[in-house]
């Protein structure tokens, strides 16, 4: 039998539809738009697009899009002190700085900087930590977004068995997280994991978040697993090709006969993160603005 293929692209477009149509009701309530501030330092190609397609994404669902292009020689201080006025703006709910920035520039101490309840990836150790202990804040938005995969496809998660293949403070550590939340028994391997595919094989649902191209393959897998596979990876130019293809982490092919449903490399993990930014920024604005929004309307 052949495997489901989970359509994370037309469910992002859902999302996002059900996101923009929620947000005109808070420009109506609340007099003024949802806003999400993104910061781009340097002039990385594959940022910039990111960036641009954020922006995009944020005005077609009916939000305020700030976009800040800094220099790629621009100081700590300088890009602490844009924060700064982003956190005091009211018209920003979200703030979003584009990683990874230049190597000179100290990641953590500016996502420390952002105010938590303005941190819409979800990358502060503040989120982290209510995450941690179920308090809601913000969870970093693409294992948000597999959660939402999961639970749409299988329901109930309880007591399955789940393996993360990753350990990453974006991806594996809160997918792992998330699924604890969600009653699964959970395994979070990583390059030091003992006889990995034995590990993987016990797997109800299985997440890859590694960066390796189609490490995944069919005798790691459990008959009828739920695959999730976030791996972004660009393989060498075929001949004819200008760019390689874009593949995930699992040999989509190899596996389609074991695995119940997976992820396609593109259209599967990749269009839910944007999605759920844009989730993230809507009940941000809600927040600050003391407005009530429904318990999982979106
Ligand atoms: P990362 O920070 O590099 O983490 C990779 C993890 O994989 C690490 O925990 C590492 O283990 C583990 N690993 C590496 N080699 C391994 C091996 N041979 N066996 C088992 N585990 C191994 O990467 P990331 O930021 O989490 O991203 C993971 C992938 O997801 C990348 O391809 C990235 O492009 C993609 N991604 C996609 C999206 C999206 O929107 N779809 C978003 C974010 C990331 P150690 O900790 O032991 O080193």
């Not at 989970?6 to 996002?16: E, M, P």
């Not at 989509?252 to 006969?257: I, K």
Request: hydrophobic share 45%; charged share 20%; aromatic share 2%.
């Amino acid at each position: 039998m052949s495997a489901e293929r989970i359509d994370g692209k037309a469910f992002a477009a859902d999302l996002r539809e059900r996101v923009g149509a929620i947000a005109a009701d808070f420009e109506n309530t609340a007099g003024r738009k949802a806003g999400l501030a993104v910061v781009l330092v340097g002039d990385d190609p594959a940022s910039t697009v990111y960036v641009r397609s954020k922006g995009k994404a944020t005005v077609a669902a009916n939000m305020a899009s700030f976009e800040h292009r800094l220099p790629a020689d621009t100081s700590d201080d300088s890009l602490l002190a844009l924060v700064e006025q982003l956190n005091n703006d009211p018209a920003v709910d979200g703030i979003l700085v584009q990683l990874p920035l230049p190597a000179h520039l100290d990641e953590q101490t500016i996502i420390s900087a952002i105010s938590p309840d303005k941190d819409v990836d979800g990358f502060h150790v503040i989120n982290a930590g209510r995450l941690s202990v179920g308090q809601s804040g913000f969870v970093p938005c693409t294992p948000l977004g597999c959660i939402m995969l999961l639970t749409d496809r299988l329901g109930d998660l309880s007591g399955l068995e789940a393996v993360v293949i990753g350990r990453s403070n974006i991806v594996g550590k809160p997918m792992a997280q998330l699924l604890l939340d969600a009653n699964a028994t959970v395994t979070i391997a990583h390059s030091r994991t003992k006889d990995l595919p034995a590990v993987v094989r016990r797997a109800d649902i299985v997440v890859a978040a590694v960066g390796r191209a189609h490490m995944v393959k069919k005798d790691w897998l459990k008959d009828g697993a739920t695959v999730i596979d976030v791996g972004i990876n660009r393989l060498p130019p075929a001949e004819g090709e200008e760019k390689g293809r874009l593949v995930g982490d699992v040999d989509y092919q190899d596996v389609a006969d074991t695995a119940g449903a997976i992820t396609p490399v593109p259209g599967g993990v990749g269009p839910m993160t944007i999605a759920v930014l844009l989730r993230n920024t809507l009940v941000a604005a809600h927040r600050n603005a003391a407005i009530d929004l429904a318990e999982g309307a979106i």
